[in-house]
């Protein structure tokens, strides 16, 4: 048996037919709308094979809704194959099981763990929630002694904070490290990438990448932002720039995860263009190397191995993950500018990390600025007059 996926639109008014959230863009287990935190539930009840019990141990099914979901986890689980979800599914591609029981030792499951934040956007805080859990010994910051390995063209500093030079120093350190010929990302992740599209391109069920996938990208995100930091932040430490690149890389790496899902209706090609800051350049780059990229349809997180539930420690943790990319998928309503917008707003928003008050102040100048450029953004898009744009901004801020 086969899992049994059906494409919706992202945007659609879908409910979901077992607490009454909004449904998600794939429906899984042979459910007619299901969102993400029962598709969870559902697979975590199923692969458990705990016995469960109804909390009143009553002869109809507990009333719950998306707040009170949790409650009966009896009456959930029989609600759940009431609306059509079926435990033969859940598992059932027999390679997945077998790739997944084979690299137990060498890929540590789950790979993300929540933890607590407290910097500018809640979107880009909950984001930078998801953190590496039991990562690999090479998941480490990016260790550059000379600082002439970085150079720095014009000292843009924060006169220079607007959103063309932003966006414009981003797309030229983004092109020198990921088009470097003798570069991490050319010799360790490029022909992964090839292989993601190759997979996409043949409908894989799951898509498959390398354990060592995630910690290799936040080597190359620590380096971008080494690099694009440097240009914006120059009286700042070699030290200090080291340690806000590797946090805000990882904070990153989440945001554009969670992009991905708001995207994933449009091609591979439409997904690279939308989810960050990416030059003329590089998107010929791709169209060279892969001629039907514009035809090859995107895929969500979910769709890949290592994102396949159970992939966190507890229940709780993936629906955070799951509820944190709709709320992104409500704020960004399809606005491209909007999520490139906060991804420059994350480079500047590290999580945890200890620095001078001066430093401390500086940045915050940067997340203020940045913020107020989301602000207009939001006034961009459609019906969504000052009030309403106060109102969105309310709600993650």
Same mark, same amino acid.
């Given at each position: 048996?086969?899992?049994?996926?059906?494409?919706?639109?992202?945007?659609?008014?879908?409910?979901?037919?077992?607490?009454?959230?909004?449904?998600?863009?794939?429906?899984?287990?042979?459910?007619?709308?299901?969102?993400?935190?029962?598709?969870?539930?559902?697979?975590?009840?199923?692969?458990?094979?705990?016995?469960?019990?109804?909390?009143?141990?009553?002869?109809?099914?507990?009333?719950?809704?998306?707040?009170?979901?949790?409650?009966?986890?009896?009456?959930?689980?029989?609600?759940?194959?009431?609306?059509? +979800?079926?435990?033969?599914?859940?598992?059932?591609?027999?390679?997945?099981?077998?790739?997944?029981?084979?690299?137990?030792?060498?890929?540590?499951?789950?790979?993300?763990?929540?933890?607590?934040?407290?910097?500018?956007?809640?979107?880009?805080?909950?984001?930078?929630?998801?953190?590496?859990?039991?990562?690999?010994?090479?998941?480490?910051?990016?260790?550059?002694?000379?600082?002439?390995?970085?150079?720095?063209?014009?000292?843009?500093?924060?006169?220079?904070?607007?959103?063309?030079?932003?966006?414009?120093?981003?797309?030229?350190?983004?092109?020198?490290?990921?088009?470097?010929?003798?570069?991490?990302? +050319?010799?360790?992740?490029?022909e992964v990438d090839k292989s993601i599209f190759e997979q996409a391109r043949m409908n894989k069920e799951k898509i498959a990448v390398p354990s060592d996938y995630v910690a290799t990208y936040k080597t190359i995100r620590d380096s971008i932002g080494m690099q694009f930091l440097r240009i914006f932040l120059p009286n700042f430490s070699i030290d200090s720039i080291q340690k806000i690149a590797s946090s805000t890389s990882i904070t990153i790496i989440g945001l554009t995860a969670g992009l991905d899902n708001c995207f994933s209706n449009g091609t591979m090609l439409e997904n690279i263009q939308n989810i960050f800051p990416c030059s003329a350049a590089f998107?010929?780059?791709?169209?060279?190397?892969?001629?039907?990229?514009?035809?090859?349809?995107?895929?969500?997180?979910?769709?890949?191995?290592?994102?396949?539930?159970?992939?966190?420690?507890?229940?709780?943790?993936?629906?955070?993950?799951?509820?944190?990319?709709?709320?992104?998928?409500?704020?960004?309503?399809?606005?491209?500018?909007?999520?490139?917008?906060?991804?420059?707003?994350?480079?500047?928003?590290?999580?945890?990390?200890?620095?001078?008050?001066?430093?401390?102040?500086?940045?915050?100048?940067?997340?203020?600025?940045?913020?107020?450029?989301?602000?207009?953004?939001?006034?961009?898009?459609?019906?969504?007059?000052?009030?309403?744009?106060?109102?969105?901004?309310?709600?993650?801020?």
């Open positions: 048996l086969k899992m049994d996926v059906q494409t919706v639109s992202n945007n659609s008014s879908h409910t979901c037919g077992v607490c009454g959230d909004t449904a998600t863009s794939y429906r899984l287990y042979g459910a007619t709308t299901v969102c993400y935190s029962c598709r969870i539930f559902f697979r975590r009840t199923v692969k458990s094979k705990q016995d469960l019990k109804c909390v009143i141990a009553g002869n109809v099914l507990c009333s719950f809704d998306k707040f009170t979901r949790n409650k009966c986890r009896k009456c959930r689980y029989d609600k759940c194959i009431a609306m059509g +979800m079926n435990p033969l599914l859940v598992d059932s591609c027999k390679k997945v099981e077998k790739h997944e029981s084979n690299n137990k030792s060498a890929m540590k499951t789950p790979l993300f763990l929540l933890q607590p934040a407290g910097h500018a956007a809640k979107v880009v805080n909950n984001i930078a929630r998801i953190q590496v859990l039991s990562a690999p010994e090479n998941f480490s910051t990016l260790n550059i002694s000379d600082e002439n390995k970085i150079e720095i063209p014009i000292d843009y500093s924060l006169s220079g904070c607007t959103r063309e030079n932003l966006a414009l120093k981003y797309e030229e350190v983004f092109d020198r490290v990921l088009l470097n010929p003798q570069g991490e990302y +050319m010799t360790k992740l490029f998107l010929t780059f791709w169209k060279r190397v892969v001629p039907d990229i514009d035809q090859i349809k995107a895929v969500p997180m979910e769709a890949y191995e290592i994102m396949t539930s159970p992939w966190a420690p507890r229940i709780e943790d993936e629906e955070f993950v799951a509820n944190t990319f709709q709320l992104l998928i409500e704020f960004i309503n399809g606005d491209d500018e909007l999520g490139k917008l906060l991804c420059l707003l994350a480079l500047f928003s590290p999580v945890r990390i200890q620095l001078s008050k001066e430093e401390t102040l500086y940045l915050k100048k940067f997340e203020r600025k940045i913020s107020r450029m989301v602000y207009k953004q939001l006034l961009c898009q459609e019906d969504c007059d000052s009030s309403g744009a106060e109102e969105k901004i309310s709600k993650i801020w």
